[in-house]
């Protein structure tokens, strides 16, 4: 049975990097133009949007895309590449694409907005920390830590309860986690699947793929949603609970995988030792 952890050559680290990544744009390019598109179209077509925020925008759906279009990517690592060490390579390839995540959406997406911003002449009052980069939610942090409000209000910079500023600090660290998760969920969706007909093999890696995603984003939009009572509630612990999703789908997949490859391993040990004799 073929390592789940074993370290791959290097020529196959490159080739499983290179599919991964390649399906993981591919995907994401594709989700992104539709969304822009529909939101120009059917949302937005009548406020004129500048440069900057048409670069905020799309730099924010990238960052928000990636880590459910690293599915694909798993899913092409198997596909392209079955070669020992490819939970590895997937591990690393989630790592990746999560990174380019929290740098799309915490870093090229607020400093965008903050420079669409700049022409505001009260663009101090409007964002008083900066851009919304992770370092702008410390000093937003820092600030309502030591100078609690009459009464918190969830969008008012300086009124906005310190466990919701928590939250978004530590949710973006947390759709890195999910990249990788599922990535590997790619991975082990493609290996179970290995043995279907190319339809049925598509039709099962999409059914896992959504169902996986679509139990994140529920989750997460759930924890996080801003009518809670953001003065009681853990910040830190909303941003990292619906891990636990597709945390506990790889685990079943996991299990199914290792149920399949036991069985299959015995029944090919029997066959070429043939039909043991009954009785003595």
């Given at each position: 049975?073929?390592?789940?952890?074993?370290?791959?050559?290097?020529?196959?680290?490159m080739?499983?990097?290179?599919?991964a990544?390649?399906?993981?744009?591919?995907?994401?390019?594709?989700?992104?133009?539709?969304?822009?598109?529909f939101?120009?179209?059917?949302?937005?077509?009548?406020?004129?949007?500048?440069?900057?925020?048409?670069?905020?925008?799309?730099?924010?759906?990238?960052?928000?895309?990636?880590?459910?279009?690293?599915?694909?990517?798993?899913?092409?690592?198997?596909?392209?590449?079955?070669?020992?060490?490819?939970?590895?390579?997937?591990?690393l390839?989630?790592?990746?694409?999560?990174?380019?995540?929290?740098?799309?959406?915490?870093?090229?997406?607020?400093?965008?907005?903050?420079?669409?911003?700049?022409?505001?002449?009260?663009?101090?009052?409007?964002?008083?920390?900066?851009?919304?980069?992770?370092?702008?939610?410390?000093?937003?942090?820092?600030?309502?830590?030591?100078?609690?409000?009459?009464?918190?209000r969830?969008?008012?910079?300086?009124?906005?309860?310190?466990?919701?500023?928590?939250?978004?600090?530590?949710?973006?660290?947390?759709?890195?986690?999910?990249?990788?998760l599922?990535?590997?969920?790619?991975?082990?969706?493609s290996?179970?699947?290995?043995?279907?007909?190319?339809?049925?093999?598509?039709?099962?890696?999409?059914?896992?793929?959504?169902?996986?995603?679509?139990?994140f984003?529920?989750a997460?939009?759930?924890?996080?949603?801003?009518?809670?009572?953001?003065?009681?509630?853990?910040?830190?612990?909303?941003?990292w609970?619906?891990?636990?999703?597709?945390?506990?789908?790889?685990?079943?997949?996991?299990?199914?995988?290792?149920?399949?490859?036991?069985?299959?391993?015995?029944?090919?040990?029997?066959?070429?030792?043939?039909?043991?004799?009954?009785?003595?």
């Amino acid at each position: 049975m073929t390592g789940w952890f074993e370290r791959p050559t290097a020529a196959a680290s490159m080739a499983g990097m290179a599919h991964a990544l390649k399906a993981t744009i591919v995907w994401t390019l594709g989700l992104v133009a539709a969304i822009v598109v529909f939101v120009t179209v059917a949302v937005d077509q009548p406020q004129p949007w500048s440069g900057w925020t048409w670069f905020a925008y799309v730099a924010g759906q990238l960052g928000f895309v990636l880590p459910f279009a690293a599915f694909a990517g798993g899913v092409a690592i198997w596909g392209r590449n079955t070669a020992v060490g490819s939970t590895a390579i997937a591990v690393l390839a989630g790592l990746l694409i999560g990174l380019a995540s929290y740098a799309s959406s915490e870093v090229v997406n607020p400093l965008a907005e903050y420079a669409a911003l700049a022409d505001q002449p009260d663009v101090a009052d409007m964002r008083p920390f900066g851009p919304s980069t992770p370092a702008g939610k410390l000093r937003q942090l820092r600030f309502v830590d030591a100078n609690p409000p009459g009464q918190y209000r969830v969008g008012h910079e300086t009124r906005t309860p310190p466990n919701r500023v928590r939250l978004l600090l530590h949710v973006p660290a947390a759709f890195v986690v999910f990249s990788i998760l599922n990535c590997l969920l790619g991975l082990y969706a493609s290996r179970l699947t290995a043995t279907l007909r190319d339809a049925s093999r598509r039709n099962g890696c999409l059914a896992i793929g959504l169902a996986g995603g679509l139990g994140f984003f529920v989750a997460a939009y759930a924890a996080s949603h801003p009518n809670r009572d953001w003065v009681a509630v853990s910040g830190v612990a909303a941003a990292w609970i619906p891990l636990a999703v597709p945390l506990l789908e790889a685990m079943v997949l996991g299990v199914m995988i290792r149920y399949r490859e036991d069985v299959s391993v015995f029944d090919g040990l029997n066959s070429r030792n043939g039909p043991h004799p009954r009785g003595t």
